[in-house]
């Protein structure tokens, strides 16, 4: 019906005398009226002055709205922008720690894996690995310690492995593929630690370093099926037939003692690894592996008892190094010294490195391990022991 009546309104027949132009000028504003584009109808006998005012009051009051519009405009997205970083604060505070697991249903959270091998990062084999663990437990959560282990290295994994696992809560299983052996007739294992962790790994001596600092509760020997890839074992990954699925089949809580035979601890494989020896003269030791990718040597001389041959922080410290005798400053840190100059220094898991501040002491000096380390006691000039 509103339709109708705006379109017969708007009809204005051509105007022929001044009653037919007043009648349509009548009509066309109760058009505009009703189609929301005229202002109300005022007597046309209202003073000139009165419309000016008007006019005015009504400028006023749309210059007033168009200022406030952008303001209004800005407090709004203030306003919005506070609500979304509000909501992104509560999202954080629920989400779950680092290594904490994701929650499941019953409160609980959701198991660990620590994962480590020599596989690298140029094929899929980690990845296979790693969807093998899934479809077994699939809120596993899966740290990956490095895959870039030195090929065949099983002394940089047990080094790996020492180095990281007291950052890791009771419970945590750690699958460790360093192995050279695979294949052969070494076995593959679960080892209990005696802080409650669990090492699956091949039985080559990647557990030497944890053996000797936690000591271990119980170890056995992976034979049961189950726990494996239902497939055909293949004789050269075992990574993905047998360690990742039993490393995921322990992380959901299924008893260990199922894996298979019991072993007796003092049968496991361990590693010979050199010991630095102590005497009047000084310490003899031996550089055991690189720090990469940054070049500095690593050495098996615990900084403790380097400081007991009488060096002092800031002091210059004679060493031999192969053949090569060095003098160098030992520092706290590597900025100690200016670029491009060599340092002795006491690493973060408490030994004895070599350095050079922002270059590569290794390719600087053609430094590649094994290599022996000797330092005399404060006094007495370097040389072999």
């Not at 027949?13 to 349509?24: F, I, K, M, N, T």
């Not at 620590?114 to 809120?139: E, H, L, Q, Y």
């Not at 900084?303 to 400053?329: A, C, H, N």
Request: a positive charge; aromatic letters at 8%; one cysteine or more.
């Amino acid at each position: 019906m509103i339709g109708w009546l705006r379109f017969r309104l708007s009809y204005r027949p051509y105007l022929v005398d001044g009653s037919q132009r007043a009648e349509g000028v009548k009509k066309s504003r109760l058009c505009r009226l009703l189609c929301g584009k005229a202002q109300p109808f005022r007597p046309s006998g209202q003073k000139e002055k009165t419309n000016k005012v008007v006019g005015l009051a009504e400028r006023r009051r749309l210059s007033a709205q168009q200022v406030a519009k952008p303001h209004h405009a800005r407090a709004q997205k203030a306003g919005l922008l506070v609500l979304l970083v509000a909501l992104l604060l509560v999202l954080v505070s629920a989400t779950p720690a680092a290594g904490a697991g994701l929650p499941r249903p019953d409160g609980s959270r959701a198991p660990t894996i620590v994962f480590m091998t020599d596989f690298g990062v140029a094929n899929d084999a980690v990845a296979i690995c790693k969807g093998v663990m899934w479809s077994i437990t699939p809120d596993l959560r899966i740290v990956d310690l490095t895959h870039q282990v030195t090929p065949y290295s099983i002394l940089d994994g047990a080094r790996f492995l020492v180095g990281a696992s007291p950052y890791y809560p009771s419970g945590t299983v750690f699958v460790t593929v360093i192995d050279p052996g695979v294949g052969s007739t070494r076995k593959a294992v679960v080892v209990k630690s005696k802080r409650g962790q669990y090492f699956v790994l091949p039985d080559n001596g990647l557990i030497t370093l944890v053996q000797d600092r936690d000591g271990i509760e119980g170890a056995r020997e992976i034979t049961n099926p189950s726990w494996m890839r239902g497939e055909a074992i293949s004789s050269t990954f075992h990574g993905r037939d047998i360690f990742s699925p039993v490393g995921a089949h322990l992380a959901q809580g299924e008893d260990w003692s199922e894996v298979g035979p019991e072993l007796e601890v003092k049968n496991l494989v361990r590693l010979n690894i050199p010991v630095a020896r102590k005497d009047e003269k000084g310490i003899a030791g031996e550089i055991i592996a690189l720090d990469d990718p940054f070049g500095s040597l690593i050495s098996n001389i615990e900084g403790k008892d380097f400081l007991l041959l009488g060096y002092s922080w800031g002091g210059k410290v004679r060493v031999t190094l192969g053949e090569r005798q060095m003098i160098l400053p030992f520092v706290k840190t590597f900025s100690d010294v200016p670029v491009g100059e060599p340092l002795l220094y006491i690493d973060s898991r408490g030994y004895l490195g070599l350095a050079v501040n922002q270059r590569d002491f290794a390719q600087t000096y053609n430094a590649k391990p094994p290599l022996p380390l000797f330092i005399p006691r404060q006094g007495i000039e370097a040389g072999r022991p």
